[in-house]
């Protein structure tokens, strides 16, 4: 016996238990018992998959798609018959239901034997997982031999919600991509396809009693150019965007997601996200007048349903459309980023409140999704609502989708409510996922795949009797900057891979290094899939020696590859320095590393400059106490790394509605010829540098005498930019460096926020 884990009820895994050099057991996700045996199944032309009982047509169905899998990846065509005694000694693949197995509806046995593959579960579901793990045994190509390693394996999944969200609002995803993105989750056991189908920028779903939604609402005239805040004033392309699902289309999706085992929730959008349905029928809305246009920005249109009677009775015929194409138990009704402008400015709204006894515009809101709820409840089936769903009193059946953080989902569940964790910070799948400055164009924010796969889906602030109303986990993929289905890949995978790891391992059961290594073997089954390489990324870290000394650490993702660098400049290759411990620095330097494994490139690249300084890594102190996350160790202004992209703020400190002053300490009289830093220019996000910087040195902390200031001047308008402010003090001497830098005050007339305060960022205090 090779590989032989013990565990009395799950997988507790280690990086070596698995013998990743013999590449047998990439399975991702990785069975909750499973021990490796001598030997392999190969399959042969005679090979057969054989059904049992052999009437049972869904049964005979997951064979088929099985059979047509193997043909894929090993070219092997597998005949798929009914079980017979002629049959049941032979070297055959069998699916057997066992209706005595107590795995539930998802669990599966798995026994490969060098003579025989035996697969059982007690529904055609589990025989279903039972064959994706099979799948994943077999070779990645039909270059190598056909066959499956010998194990044994018992499984079930941790959660019966495992989701995954595609948003085609934003920007229209055909048939086909949808079909794939189906079978990339099936692949995974990622049971639930999350289909968000209206918003403010797009409806995408033929309504026959409202033709309009598809031949006003599906078409939007242009999207921004850029990042959101990329220009004042922002710009458009001037690029048409269309497209929307017939009811055949969306009939043909769900019979394709339900031969896969995935059940297809689909996403109507109300009371906010609504601009795309007004635009074709605007005596939905609190002013009709206005001439609602399918929205051409991003973010979130003030332009909501009114809360009328007209409303309700579409919204109610829009449902029972939707209900009639879509047969799970779900319907998802949006319910999040409402603003209630409208509703305040409605004579009508306002009316209604004090008819109902409705104490503010969340109440309607709460009253809004009460009325929803109770026609989809008349309907048979249950909503599911973001967690604003919560605000002004949760409806009585909801079931609320955490985004915001995990409060919304451990308020829900102290409510007994149903719970479906998706927390913004770890499963949207829209953030960065690299090095902002050489990344696709994101919304923002840093989401690397070791983090995603450190979520832990079940608040430890629950009790147990609480905690059995968290259903499962989701990830989301948002589209705003995804114009096609290769960057909605590349966004989605393999980040949606760790994530569907998480929802079926047992807790305590995750290990990233081992995860690591299986996916890095388990990524060449994503054949024409466009997936990040970011597994293989390179990053890198300061930290002073004994001596005071600045070193540079790299770390990596890809456990078992080798990194080679250079510090001057060069692109390095096999030849160059190999990385075994921190690298030392004396000087400003740029370092360049790439990382190789057996020989060959993995796609890991680094190029980042680290700025040494006589600042480098010396304490500062704040005048005026900044915002508790822009700088929370004190630390990001001396760490020798620059802010070099707007599109990113992780090195950048944000300094909020106040004037900011900054003492640093280079820790004893020294020469100061020059002292600089950035500021970030970000108008239409608020982000004005400040009016002015003064930068003055001191020998004792307290008598600044030599000061240098000056205005920081730049164009209002045009794209965002970083702007430098530089003091050349020529031959001075100081111990204390003081930065004073004076807020812009209020956003001008003209701008979306005018009136309100602004802030300003600045990345290294450089020293020299």
Not at 630 to 645: F, N, Q, W, Y
Not at 695 to 713: N, R, W, Y
Not at 727 to 747: E, H, L, M, Q, W
Request: glycine share 8%; with cysteine.
């Amino acid at each position: 016996m090779k590989h032989l884990l013990f565990l009395p009820l799950l997988l507790l895994l280690s990086s070596s238990v698995l013998a990743q050099s013999e590449n047998e057991y990439n399975l991702i996700p990785f069975p909750a018992r499973f021990s490796g045996q001598n030997g392999q199944f190969t399959l042969a032309a005679t090979t057969k998959i054989v059904v049992s009982p052999a009437t049972d047509a869904t049964l005979k169905t997951v064979a088929q798609t099985f059979a047509s899998q193997v043909k894929l990846s090993v070219g092997l065509t597998l005949p798929v018959v009914p079980a017979s005694p002629a049959l049941a000694k032979g070297a055959n693949i069998f699916l057997t239901l066992n209706k005595k197995l107590n795995l539930g509806d998802e669990g599966y046995k798995l026994t490969v034997t060098p003579t025989r593959v035996l697969a059982e579960a007690s529904t055609q579901k589990g025989l279903f997982y039972a064959a994706q793990t099979m799948r994943q045994l077999l070779p990645v190509s039909a270059s190598t031999t056909a066959a499956m390693p010998a194990c044994a394996i018992t499984d079930k999944p941790r959660f019966g919600y495992r989701g995954l969200m595609l948003d085609v609002g934003r920007h229209f995803m055909p048939v086909s991509f949808v079909k794939k993105f189906i079978d990339l989750m099936a692949m995974h056991k990622q049971n639930t396809f999350h289909w968000h189908l209206t918003d403010d920028q797009g409806w995408r779903i033929e309504i026959k009693k409202y033709p309009k939604l598809t031949q006003v609402g599906s078409k939007r005239a242009e999207s921004i150019v850029g990042q959101y805040y990329q220009n004042y004033p922002q710009q458009f392309d001037g690029k048409p965007v269309s497209g929307f699902y017939t009811q055949e289309e969306i009939k043909d999706v769900v019979r394709y997601a339900q031969s896969r085992f995935v059940t297809v929730i689909p996403e109507i959008e109300m009371p906010g996200h609504a601009q795309a349905a007004l635009a074709a029928y605007p005596e939905l809305g609190c002013d009709p007048a206005k001439g609602y246009q399918v929205f051409t920005k991003w973010g979130v249109s003030e332009d909501v349903y009114c809360p009328s009677e007209k409303t309700f009775t579409f919204l109610q015929d829009v449902l029972t459309e939707v209900i009639a194409l879509f047969p799970g138990k779900y319907i998802h009704i949006g319910g999040d980023e409402c603003p209630k402008t409208a509703w305040k400015q409605s004579t009508f709204c306002q009316e209604l409140m004090k008819k109902n006894n409705l104490k503010d515009e969340h109440e309607l809101q709460s009253y809004f999704i009460r009325r929803i709820e109770k026609f989809i409840n008349s309907k048979g089936r249950s909503i599911i609502g973001w967690d604003e769903i919560l605000e002004g009193g949760l409806a009585p059946n909801a079931t609320v989708m955490s985004w915001r953080g995990t409060e919304g989902g451990i308020a829900a569940a102290k409510q007994k409510h149903n719970v479906i964790m998706t927390p913004g910070g770890t499963c949207y799948l829209d953030k960065y996922q690299g090095n902002p400055a050489t990344e696709p164009l994101a919304i923002g924010g840093y989401l690397p795949l070791d983090n995603v796969y450190a979520y832990e889906p079940m608040p430890t602030e629950l009790t147990a009797a609480e905690q059995k109303y968290i259903l499962g986990v989701q990830g989301n993929i948002w589209t705003e900057y995804m114009p096609t289905s290769e960057s909605v890949e590349y966004m989605a995978f393999p980040r949606a891979i760790a994530l569907a790891e998480i929802a079926w391992m047992q807790p305590g059961s995750h290990n990233f290094e081992d995860f690591s290594q299986r996916l890095k073997n388990h990524l060449p089954r994503l054949k024409n899939v466009n997936y990040a390489k970011r597994l293989f990324d390179i990053t890198a870290s300061t930290q002073a020696n004994e001596q005071g000394q600045i070193q540079v650490v790299l770390k990596k993702l890809d456990s078992d590859s080798r990194i080679f660098y250079t510090t001057n400049g060069k692109e390095p290759n096999e030849q160059s320095t190999e990385y075994i411990g921190p690298i030392t620095l004396t000087k400003t330097t740029t370092l360049r590393a790439i990382t190789r494994t057996g020989g060959a490139l993995t796609g890991g690249r680094l190029s980042q400059t680290f700025v040494l300084h006589k600042g480098k890594n010396k304490p500062y102190t704040y005048t005026t106490a900044l915002d508790k996350y822009s700088d929370p160790a004190t630390s990001k202004l001396t760490d020798g790394v620059r802010g070099d992209t707007p599109r990113s703020r992780q090195e950048w400190v944000n300094v909020y509605g106040t004037d900011m002053d900054i003492t640093l300490d280079l820790g004893s009289v020294t020469s100061v010829t020059k002292v600089s830093l950035n500021f970030l220019k970000v108008i239409l996000e608020k982000g004005f540098p400040p009016k002015s910087v003064e930068i003055a040195l001191s020998k004792d902390g307290s008598d600044f005498k030599e000061a240098i200031a000056q205005p920081v001047t730049y164009e209002l308008n045009g794209p965002w930019d970083i702007l430098p402010a530089v003091a050349d003090f020529k031959t001075a001497r100081a111990r204390y460096v003081r930065i004073r830098a004076k807020n812009a005050g209020v956003c001008p007339p003209g701008h979306p926020n005018a009136g309100e305060k602004t802030w300003f960022s600045i990345d290294e205090i450089v020293v020299e």
